[in-house]
């Protein structure tokens, strides 16, 4: 057991888990996400959940909910996803949708950490990787909703056992892969678990294109994906079939097009609190005629991460795999979160493939994005401890920086803008970010320079994504037991 205890804290996994963990402590002791869906949508469906588990069933039907509806057959209830099973059997709902949580982002550290460590990016590297990624700003806007960060967890872990697959072969590493893949699709809603699939696939035809004796382990990749679509064939069917009934199979352009992330925001990955706190909240009217909310559109990786990046894609070549697929996935998803805002005409031909037509909110794929970007930062890390050559990356990291003031000066000081963005709030945003990237300089020059660890730069981007993660669009306070806590809900129930 002592020898056990020793493995895991000397792994090079722990440093990036352990400060997950941290930053989600409260959760442990009943701080959760309040208000919205959590409130609203997530948890009333997990008492019904919870309600059907506790007499041996599964909840085909719910008459608590609206006017009543096959409650199996709604994604989010996840009523096949095997941990949901014990969790909701056997604690309370807001203890288990809090653990749920908890775990769930445990996992996305571990397999982003693990996928990176499979590209041959160091240990170090990765724990940036795995925690930036983990905490980035799609995280922090969509820490409300459940089945993203459910889902989100096995999209590193599916690519690394293609990954594992492609270099080896092993039929475990498939078996592995139809299996988390069929977890993914379980947790519900989809949008997701279709960037998996598509980015397994892409991986396998991309090192097809260097080395074409793979060409039977491309297949075995689609293969494996058929398997794990066959293994959750009970959730897709059902959920597929209430789609239908209610009409959601078919969406309007209009409605595709919508929450796009808007061009000009693109400043936010070098001030990621400029667009924060502006009056009216995150639904204002800004927001709409960027063709959005606050709620959908947010891009940041964190002020060490995003230097490091640079760092990372200005080192050349150098060792590892994956570094120009990361590059060319992370500009097409950017691509296409900007479309609908950018060039409408051309939004509507990539809707148009087979497929792409199915989800809204194309600025959702800044997530893809913002992966590569992590990776990246990984890679510069590796640069700047290991003595590779890290000062063009700063000078154009701090080039980038000032193109990004001035954009973001010019924009929230239009006159049509300045009244919303302006003020104090807009010179207190500036301020922070000028403080950041200070600090951040200082840390990695002196990584470079050998004079302090690369744990520190870990340390040092925990506390900032900490602080923006918890103060981003998501309420957080402590839970409320809904209906027991409430005499009204309760009588109801």
Known sequence: ???????????????????????????????????GDPDRLYRPIKAELARALAEGRLP???????????LVA??????????NWPLYRFLSVPAAYRLSMFLHYLLLVAATFAYARRLEIGPTGAAVAALSFGFCGFQSIHSSHE??????????????????????????????????????????????????????????????AGAPRLVGRVFGLLAALVWGSAIAAVQLGASWELARFVGFDRRSF?????????????????????????PGGPEASYWYSQGTTGYEACFYIGTIPLILAVVGLCSGRGRGRGRSFWVA?????????????????????????????????????????SLGLCLAAGRGLDTASGGGRTWPGLVLSWLFAAVAAWWGLSWCLRPDHAS??????????????????????????STVRRRIGPGILLAATALELGGLYYTSTTEWGWAIAVPEQSPVLARLA
């Open 1 to 35: 057991m002592r020898t056990l205890a020793s493995a895991v804290f000397r792994s090079p996994a722990f440093p990036p888990l352990c400060l997950a963990g941290v930053l989600l402590a409260g959760l442990l002791i009943g701080i959760e996400p309040v208000g």
């Open 60 to 70: 085909f039907w719910t008459n608590h909910l609206g006017l009543g509806f096959p």
């Open 74 to 83: 709604e994604s989010h209830a996840a009523a096949f996803y095997p941990p």
């Open 147 to 208: 089945v993203f960060y459910h889902a989100l967890a096995y999209l590193p872990l599916c690519l690394y056992l293609a990954e594992w697959f492609l270099a080896e072969g092993r039929g475990a590493a498939l078996v592995l892969l139809a299996l988390a893949y069929a977890l993914q699709l379980s947790v519900g809603h989809f949008q997701i678990q279709s960037w998996t699939a598509g980015l397994v696939l892409l991986t396998g035809v991309w090192r097809l």
């Open 254 to 278: 209009a409605d595709l097009a919508f929450f796009g992330f808007p061009p000009a925001h693109w400043v936010e990955l070098f001030a990621p609190t400029l667009f924060r706190g502006i």
């Open 329 to 369: 996935i992370s500009l097409a998803s950017f691509i296409v979160a900007i479309l609908p805002v950018l060039w409408l005409w051309g939004f509507a031909w990539v809707v148009a493939i087979p497929g792409m037509g199915l989800f809204r909110a194309p600025g959702r794929f800044l997530a893809i994005a």
């Open 420 to 445: 919303i963005l302006g003020g104090d709030r807009l010179l207190l945003s500036l301020a922070l970010t000028a403080a950041s990237w200070v600090v951040a300089t200082i840390l990695i020059a």
